[in-house]
């Protein structure tokens, strides 16, 4: 089945600053990578997604890359604000009409 | 979001009882799901269902029962719980397999100790 690796595990940031988090897939065929943010003590919700058509996807302050030939999809976090501060979960779906795989998650602290 | 609701939100159970986590969603959505929250495993899916009396196992199925009898409805029973069931549990729902437009919708999540 598919396997999805996130790096990095944790990682604190200036307020200000970028934030990147990178993940990647082991199943060639998988064409769809959400993002999901969990804030601390709440329910994991969807951020931003991308297809395999596409290489990149903005959505104001967040952007997420996809390399299809390396297999690994990023999270890009730019202008990072406290509210920034949550854990990350990227996900794959493998082809076919199947379920997400998702990564061990990264815990991203911005610090004020 | 009123849309999921889980029950209870803590929950302490001794070793070897049976507990039942209930999960009920006012989406109409076909697809439920399951999932375990752990520290150093991110999310991993127990169970998930496709739609009433359809059921499949996710990564982690064991020690998990299942049912669907009803289409809003997807209770998970721990038949004869043990410690490394602790965890945090998380019920969600979706248009489809992999989320619909809004992703998967997920509830607020069952706290589980099992002592």
Known sequence: ?112 | DAGITQSPRYKITETGRQVTLMCHQTWSHSYMFWYRQDLGHGLRLIYYSAAADITDKGEVPDGYVVSRSKTENFPLTLESATRSQTSVYFCASSESPSGGPEGYTFGSGTRLTVV
């Open chain 1, 1 to 112: 089945g598919e396997n999805v690796e996130q790096h990095p595990s944790t990682l604190s940031v200036q307020e200000g600053d970028s934030a990147v988090i990178k993940c990647t897939y082991s199943d060639s065929a998988s064409n769809y990578f959400p993002w999901y943010k969990q804030e601390l003590g709440k329910r994991p919700q969807l951020i931003i997604d991308i297809r395999s058509n596409v290489g990149e996807k903005k959505d104001q302050r967040i952007a997420v890359t996809l390399n299809k030939t390396a297999k690994h999809f990023s999270l890009h976090i730019t202008e990072t604000q406290p509210e920034d501060s949550a854990v990350y979960f990227c996900a794959a779906r493998p082809s076919g009409y199947s379920t997400l795989t998702f990564g061990k998650g990264t815990m991203l602290l911005v610090s004020p």
